[in-house]
């Protein structure tokens, strides 16, 4: 008989922390393009690939892998000729939606200040790079 013994408390900052995996998994960017298509509706395969612009079908099957894996997204197939398989997301997956919306409105809201700040970067190092 298994039993599960009290794990002991996370730290994210400790390097052994298995929590960093979870955090590398939902700070990825198709993870976040993946659960934010399926916050509303279950969505085929071919559905999220044409959604996502830049996604190879290696990554998507990857990414999607990942997340059943961990309990986030449920994949269904359908004893159908040819096969339909859809995903959605658990009610674990669907408790990341509000930190994902977020994130996702907070990247949109402030895309044109990180792109002044970059351009203003690269502007200040390539003069200092001349100069030295």
Same mark, same amino acid.
């Given at each position: 008989?298994?039993?599960?013994?009290?794990?002991?408390?996370?730290? =994210?900052? *400790?390097? *052994?922390?298995? @929590?960093?995996?979870?955090?590398?998994?939902? %700070?990825? #960017?198709?993870?976040?393009?993946?659960?934010?298509?399926? +916050?509303?509706? $279950? #969505?085929?395969?071919?559905? !999220?690939?044409?959604?996502?612009?830049?996604?190879?079908? #290696?990554? !998507?099957?990857?990414?999607? $892998?990942? !997340? +059943?894996?961990?309990? !986030? =997204? @449920? $994949?269904?197939?359908?004893? +159908?000729?040819?096969?339909?398989?859809?995903?959605?997301?658990?009610?674990?997956?669907?408790?990341?939606?509000?930190?994902?919306?977020?994130?996702?409105?907070?990247? +949109?809201? /402030?895309?044109?200040? =990180?792109?002044?700040?970059?351009?203003?970067?690269? %502007?200040? /190092?390539?003069? %200092?790079?001349?100069?030295?």
């Amino acid at each position: 008989m298994v039993t599960l013994l009290d794990p002991p408390p996370s730290n =994210v900052f *400790d390097a *052994d922390c298995p @929590t960093r995996r979870v955090l590398d998994l939902i %700070a990825d #960017k198709w993870t976040v393009l993946i659960i934010s298509l399926l +916050e509303t509706q $279950r #969505k085929r395969f071919s559905q !999220l690939q044409r959604s996502i612009g830049g996604i190879s079908q #290696k990554m !998507l099957a990857q990414t999607l $892998r990942g !997340l +059943e894996r961990d309990g !986030l =997204v @449920t $994949r269904t197939i359908y004893p +159908e000729v040819p096969p339909r398989v859809e995903y959605e997301l658990t009610p674990l997956g669907q408790t990341l939606i509000p930190t994902i919306t977020a994130i996702r409105d907070w990247a +949109e809201t /402030h895309i044109q200040s =990180v792109s002044v700040a970059q351009t203003q970067y690269d %502007a200040s /190092h390539d003069v %200092a790079a001349v100069n030295t």
